[in-house]
């Protein structure tokens, strides 16, 4: 589904997803995998309230790594593979994207193994 493409203007594009289940994990970071009908494809999925942006609503959103097609109203599917880390406010988005290149490098590793 779209989203306020906020993930685009501060270089981790996402795919937002709306959830087809109640069974919703905990708020946090995850290296996960994005399935899609030709593949699986290694990512990082944040879920919760974007609290640095102070958003109302929970959201699922997913970064495919090195990914640039356009997968608007598409199916996928999200596989956890490992919590990284809780959700948190940042002072700024600076401080926010500082954090996601660590949880990207982390995720790569944990993904990797």
Known sequence: MRGRERGRTIG????NLASETECIPPDGVYATRV???DGSYPSIT???M???FAESARSIEAHIF???RDI???RIKVELVERIRPEKKFDNADALKAQIAEDLKKAREILSA
């Open 35 to 37: 399935v899609l009908d």
């Open 12 to 15: 981790f594009p996402t795919a």
């Open 72 to 74: 608007y109203g598409k």
């Open 46 to 48: 944040n879920v919760g």
């Open 66 to 68: 090195d990914f640039t």
């Open 50 to 52: 974007r609290p640095t």
